[in-house]
């Protein structure tokens, strides 16, 4: 694909939304390799920011990056309309430190790209594309960007309270952003406005530039776009913030509860690993856990167990006690999870037999560890005493504990576990497993 510019100058005027000042905004054509550029023309010198993760400097509500005292606020609604109608080189000068806030959707921004008329230039599109799967996660929000021949958006959005659980997934390309993501606005709970405005944010804000949810009510000059607003804009802010990273992306990006936070997070850890040594390929199978190992990332437990997509039921692990007797690990519950097709249509619940797995799968690590583990493999024997308290939706992240109650000849092992969901039990169980060779018998 060739990189695209616009064909023309083209402006718009308005309020920003944190700020509150009034503000002219013009896009205007750039050459191939010139990239997105900001040009704040109120400042002396008419100072130029290109957006880049490392220029990020505050991520409170909207994304904010700074140069030297240049600062350019909330960018994110004007980069995702042009990362999403796929222009590449393009200069934006404002006489203001905010973009306009508009509707706070992209849908304007659209409007006057489509205005300026994209053209091809000459020189190849460059992406960045990833070999392997990044992660990022905060509490229980998570973001996971998977290689992918395009740019895929998978979002479950959720308030504090569960009451407005959303979930949306689709690829992006230009036709697909304007109808189905551009006009996705912003969104606020109530009870957040005057911690906002003590911070001095929203300024700007109205109920024409934002959803403002209160309790199981929509506060809005007009009603819901669609029924799945609130995800459709958290998938509108990853593909502008994306941009931080300076070239078009290739992925599949999942998202759970994410903000403009873990989005740049995000970006960091894919920087970092295009820019870590490349490994040598692992020939050895299953490989050890280390008895100093304390936490394991997702590379780490598809190198302990053999389980592969759709079966591994823990994300990460966060902890391993010192002795070896206890661990605790996450598992976040995408309505993207496969089984969600058949259980149950339209009221999805996690089946509990994958809840003991995910107990089975803990338990067994933790034992790998208190052996010499290398290619060993644990396998689950049976269960007993198992409760099901609670149901565990999308949204939701588990929280596994499991502690090692039994070891006889480091051959079988028994241990308790338990899941939670925000601090209340939703399972429990006894587990027994042996450990075997790897490619070997029982």
Known sequence: MKQRSILRDVSIKGKALHTGEEVNLTLKPAPANHGIVFRRVDLYGKPEIKPDVSLVSELIRSTTISSGHTKIHTIEH??????????DNV??????????????????????IQQAEPVELDAEREYIELTEPVSVTNGSSSLIALPYDGLKVTCTSADDRGIHTQH????????????????????????DIEELLKLGKIQGGSLDSAIVIKGDKILSK?????????????????VGDICLLGKPLKAHIIAVRTGHALNARLCEAIVKSLNKPKAKKDTRGPQQVLPGETELDIRRILDTLPHRYPFVMIDRVIEITDNGDRLVAVKNVTYNEPYFLGHFPGQPVMPG????????????????????SENKIAFF???DKVKFRRAVIPGDQIVIEVRLTKNRGNRIGVAEG???????????????FTIAEAGGDM
């Open 353 to 372: 037999v994958l809840q003991v797995e995910a107990m089975a799968q803990s338990a067994g690590i933790l034992m790998l560890r208190r052996i010499s």
């Open 381 to 383: 024997m049976s269960c």
């Open 418 to 432: 338990i899941c939670k969901v925000n601090d209340k039990v939703v399972s429990s169980a006894e587990l027994m």
């Open 168 to 191: 949306v997934s689709m690829d992006i390309d230009p036709e697909t952003y304007v109808a189905q993501i551009a006009p996705a606005r912003t969104f606020t709970i109530y009870e």
């Open 78 to 87: 004007v980069l995702s309309a042009l990362n999403g109608m796929a222009v």
């Open 91 to 112: 200069l934006i000068e404002m006489d203001a430190s905010e973009p306009p806030i508009l509707d706070g959707s992209a849908k304007h921004f659209v409007n006057l």
């Open 222 to 238: 007009e009603p819901l776009r669609f029924k799945d607003e609130f995800a459709r804009h958290k998938v509108l802010d990853v």
